[in-house]
């Protein structure tokens, strides 16, 4: 069974920072893509970023480019987003999702979120 448990949200002041954690269980964590998404009230769930199986590549929303980074530690069965520089407009529920390894290779696991408010 997989479980994917979010933790690290909170409130902080816009420039500010937040690091959130991303547990596995129940996957082959070193073969999956994971990715980061956001949903704030009143709009869709948005794409943030995603890592491969081995850190080697990833792939940034525009809108969060060169402030948020995101990390793995394989051994530790654990995603990271270290968010920097925060705005109001990233105040949303993030979720951590992975990916599926047989096509279409969409994000078929997902967490249950954890809320990020930044204030002005």
């Known amino acids: 069974q997989v479980q994917l448990v979010e933790s690290g949200g909170g409130l902080v002041q816009a420039g500010g920072s937040l690091r959130l954690s991303c547990a596995a269980s129940?996957?082959?964590?070193?073969?999956?893509?994971l990715g980061w998404f956001r949903q704030a009230p009143g709009k869709e769930r948005e794409f943030v970023v995603e890592?491969?199986?081995?850190?080697?590549?990833?792939s940034y929303a525009d809108s969060v480019k060169g402030r948020f980074t995101i990390s793995r530690d394989n051994a530790k069965d654990t995603v990271y987003l270290q968010m920097n520089l925060l705005k109001p407009e990233d105040s949303a529920v993030y979720y951590c999702?992975?990916?599926?390894?047989?096509?279409?290779?969409?994000?078929?696991?997902w967490g249950q979120g954890t809320q990020v408010t930044v204030s002005s």
């Open positions: 129940g996957i082959t964590f070193s073969r999956k893509t």
């Open positions: 999702a992975a990916r599926g390894v047989v096509y279409p290779f969409s994000y078929d696991s």
């Open positions: 890592i491969d199986g081995n850190g080697g590549a990833t």
